[in-house]
């Protein structure tokens, strides 16, 4: 914490660019396959918003990602990064330009961490000095320890190697990231460390990023908004995670987001974004949660208790209000 | 036909005017005698070795490279280039000095394209092999970072290749420093030179041990600077 903190009181130079994405009509039909990979997808996701792709295996999400960033040639359709065509661009230079992380992260063995991160802006030539600078600057922003810089990717545990490649892709201060599965090859303990963290930083940079997850509960947390992809690259739904939650448009979605969708949906939020009981007085005896939780958590709680009502206390332990069962039942109607 | 190039300029040695009581017992080594030719036969027959070798490895190097990176971009070149290396590689090596000698004559050029062609196989198969076993998520991450093809190369593949591009010249090395003294037949060069006196000489015993032992020698060092620059070309082979 303090050393985001820090990292942004130095009034570091440069997280300032986030661009509009958007797939018009987007398709992708492989030679000598009988159905398409994707028949015809469009989306629009806002500067610095986060949309996650999500469905079972053979929906085309991977796919779509690359799409993106032309490692897929297109099929038929366009695609606009800040309102320009990507076909138009040389591809190399527009990766150079779109952040890229994915799952096996494919950080260069023979290049040190420091090295690793440095490669896009040596690629766009920046000075030595310059690129020390952001190096340093991107290690502290992703929690690592700047001597971390001088050691090879060989040396580092998964979620330190998973910070570099993040790192690597905001190096350049791209105004897209594309992340195909980034947390998919960590440990689930990790993984909600790391996506913690990824929200953090995502509110420090404000990116525009395309998230490839087949995990709803991941889609759910990440996303501003999620699209549902279903087998043979078809969307089934594109809206944000509480509308999804609430209202999915098909079966296939219900199915797919599970039956607890309800519970999902309080996961959501925390307490400290609902409205309170006010507490009357005399403390409730079953005991208290802190306001930070997930309403999810403090729901899994109050049952714990037998139902009885639960204090919420502020980080100082002051307490804010109750909570009772049939406070948080209304939160879904 | 080849055999007379052996006969090149008889060493003035076992049985010669001087000789000493141990050359005349032909003992196994007679230090005397090795330091009488050092500078007159063993140490220039080591430098002509060394250029030999460096020449053939050299040109052999870049071609076996070249064909690998060909290969590599097109598979389908793959076999042809393997056929044609193996074919070299197995031709035993006075079969093809023969076989060149009619248009090189008995030359260093004779020489050194018999001492190159058995450096392809070994050195094709290592870079190829290095290139193609670069992890793919590793390629896929360069290229989606916006490098080149050409880039992607230089960058990455060849460095990751390393390892197994050094190994290769490693035995290539080896490989040539042995064939070498074979070659000595054809350029009368080489620490081929002092053994073949040696054998004709009635099988001139320190002759032939001190020019044998500087072959493997040079090969044991040859073999040791090439771990070595492989240490200090590829030192995060060795993190983690």
Redesign the interface.
């Given at each position: 914490m303090n050393i985001q903190t820090s990292a942004q009181s130095e009034g570091s130079p440069s997280f300032s660019k986030a661009a509009r994405l958007e797939l018009r009509a987007v398709s992708k039909r492989y030679r000598g396959q009988e159905r398409p990979a994707i028949p015809e997808l469009s989306l629009e996701v806002d500067a610095g918003e986060v949309c996650v792709l999500v469905g079972p295996s053979g929906s085309g999400k991977t796919t779509a990602l690359r799409l993106i960033?032309r490692?897929i040639p297109l099929s038929g359709g366009d695609i606009l990064l800040g309102g320009r065509s990507v076909l138009e661009r040389d591809p190399?230079?527009?990766?150079?330009?779109i952040g890229?992380v994915?799952q096996?992260?494919?950080?260069?063995?023979?290049?040190s961490v420091a090295d690793n991160i440095a490669?896009?802006p040596r690629?766009l030539g920046w000075d030595r000095q310059r690129i020390a600078a952001r190096v340093g600057e991107l290690l502290q922003m992703v929690s690592l320890d700047p001597a971390i810089g001088g050691?090879?990717?060989?040396?580092l545990s998964g979620g330190q190697r998973q910070r570099v490649g993040v790192a690597?892709?905001l190096a350049a201060d791209p105004p897209l990231m594309l992340m195909d599965e980034p947390f998919g090859a960590i440990d689930p303990i990790n993984r909600a460390r790391l996506q913690d963290e990824f929200k953090r930083l995502q509110a420090q940079v404000r990116k525009t990023i395309v998230f490839v997850t087949h995990d709803i509960d991941e889609a759910i947390r990440m996303g501003d908004k999620i699209a549902i992809l279903r087998e043979g690259g078809r969307l089934a739904q594109y809206d944000t995670p509480a509308k999804i939650l609430t209202e999915p448009a098909d079966e296939f979605v219900a199915e797919f987001v599970g039956a607890d969708r309800a519970l999902k949906r309080l996961g959501l939020e925390t307490l400290a974004e609902i409205k309170l009981l006010e507490p009357n007085g005399a403390p409730a005896s079953a005991g208290s949660v802190p306001r930070t939780a997930s309403v999810r958590d403090a729901l899994s709680q109050l049952l714990a208790e037998g139902g009885r009502p639960l204090d919420v206390v502020d980080d100082d332990g002051e307490v804010a209000g109750v909570i009772t069962l049939e406070l948080l039942g209304g939160l879904l109607a | 036909m080849i055999w007379l190039a052996a006969g090149g300029p008889v060493i003035p040695t076992f049985g010669g005017r001087g000789a000493f009581a141990c050359e005349r017992a032909n003992r196994l080594f007679c230090s005397d005698w090795v330091s009488r030719n050092w500078s007159s036969v063993l140490w220039p027959a080591l430098r002509q070795h060394i250029v030999l070798t460096l020449i053939a490895v050299s040109i052999g190097f870049v071609i076996a490279t070249a064909l690998a990176l060909l290969a590599y971009r097109r598979g389908w070149l793959e076999r042809p280039v393997l056929i044609v290396t193996s074919i070299l590689y197995t031709i035993p090596s006075l079969a093809l000095f023969e076989l060149l000698e009619p248009s090189f004559g008995l030359t260093r050029t004779t020489a050194e394209i018999a001492l190159v062609s058995y450096t392809l196989l070994i050195m094709f198969r290592n870079t190829l092999t290095g290139l193609r076993e670069v992890p793919a998520e590793v390629r896929d991450a360069a290229i989606g970072m916006g490098m080149g093809p050409t880039q992607t190369l230089l960058r990455v593949e060849l460095p990751l290749a390393a390892p197994a591009i050094i190994a290769g010249l490693r035995i290539a090395t080896v490989t040539v420093i042995s064939l070498a003294t074979v070659a000595s037949l054809i350029d009368n060069a080489g620490l081929g030179v002092p053994i073949l006196t040696a054998i004709s000489n009635d099988v001139f015993k320190t002759e032939l041990i001190v020019a044998g032992a500087m072959a493997v020698g040079l090969a044991l060092a040859a073999d040791a600077l090439l771990v070595i620059a492989q240490r200090i070309l590829t030192p995060w082979t060795r993190a983690g």
């Amino acid at each position: 914490m303090n050393i985001q903190t820090s990292a942004q009181s130095e009034g570091s130079p440069s997280f300032s660019k986030a661009a509009r994405l958007e797939l018009r009509a987007v398709s992708k039909r492989y030679r000598g396959q009988e159905r398409p990979a994707i028949p015809e997808l469009s989306l629009e996701v806002d500067a610095g918003e986060v949309c996650v792709l999500v469905g079972p295996s053979g929906s085309g999400k991977t796919t779509a990602l690359r799409l993106i960033n032309r490692m897929i040639p297109l099929s038929g359709g366009d695609i606009l990064l800040g309102g320009r065509s990507v076909l138009e661009r040389d591809p190399s230079e527009l990766r150079r330009e779109i952040g890229y992380v994915i799952q096996q992260i494919g950080l260069f063995p023979h290049l040190s961490v420091a090295d690793n991160i440095a490669t896009v802006p040596r690629l766009l030539g920046w000075d030595r000095q310059r690129i020390a600078a952001r190096v340093g600057e991107l290690l502290q922003m992703v929690s690592l320890d700047p001597a971390i810089g001088g050691r090879y990717p060989a040396q580092l545990s998964g979620g330190q190697r998973q910070r570099v490649g993040v790192a690597r892709a905001l190096a350049a201060d791209p105004p897209l990231m594309l992340m195909d599965e980034p947390f998919g090859a960590i440990d689930p303990i990790n993984r909600a460390r790391l996506q913690d963290e990824f929200k953090r930083l995502q509110a420090q940079v404000r990116k525009t990023i395309v998230f490839v997850t087949h995990d709803i509960d991941e889609a759910i947390r990440m996303g501003d908004k999620i699209a549902i992809l279903r087998e043979g690259g078809r969307l089934a739904q594109y809206d944000t995670p509480a509308k999804i939650l609430t209202e999915p448009a098909d079966e296939f979605v219900a199915e797919f987001v599970g039956a607890d969708r309800a519970l999902k949906r309080l996961g959501l939020e925390t307490l400290a974004e609902i409205k309170l009981l006010e507490p009357n007085g005399a403390p409730a005896s079953a005991g208290s949660v802190p306001r930070t939780a997930s309403v999810r958590d403090a729901l899994s709680q109050l049952l714990a208790e037998g139902g009885r009502p639960l204090d919420v206390v502020d980080d100082d332990g002051e307490v804010a209000g109750v909570i009772t069962l049939e406070l948080l039942g209304g939160l879904l109607a | 036909m080849i055999w007379l190039a052996a006969g090149g300029p008889v060493i003035p040695t076992f049985g010669g005017r001087g000789a000493f009581a141990c050359e005349r017992a032909n003992r196994l080594f007679c230090s005397d005698w090795v330091s009488r030719n050092w500078s007159s036969v063993l140490w220039p027959a080591l430098r002509q070795h060394i250029v030999l070798t460096l020449i053939a490895v050299s040109i052999g190097f870049v071609i076996a490279t070249a064909l690998a990176l060909l290969a590599y971009r097109r598979g389908w070149l793959e076999r042809p280039v393997l056929i044609v290396t193996s074919i070299l590689y197995t031709i035993p090596s006075l079969a093809l000095f023969e076989l060149l000698e009619p248009s090189f004559g008995l030359t260093r050029t004779t020489a050194e394209i018999a001492l190159v062609s058995y450096t392809l196989l070994i050195m094709f198969r290592n870079t190829l092999t290095g290139l193609r076993e670069v992890p793919a998520e590793v390629r896929d991450a360069a290229i989606g970072m916006g490098m080149g093809p050409t880039q992607t190369l230089l960058r990455v593949e060849l460095p990751l290749a390393a390892p197994a591009i050094i190994a290769g010249l490693r035995i290539a090395t080896v490989t040539v420093i042995s064939l070498a003294t074979v070659a000595s037949l054809i350029d009368n060069a080489g620490l081929g030179v002092p053994i073949l006196t040696a054998i004709s000489n009635d099988v001139f015993k320190t002759e032939l041990i001190v020019a044998g032992a500087m072959a493997v020698g040079l090969a044991l060092a040859a073999d040791a600077l090439l771990v070595i620059a492989q240490r200090i070309l590829t030192p995060w082979t060795r993190a983690g």
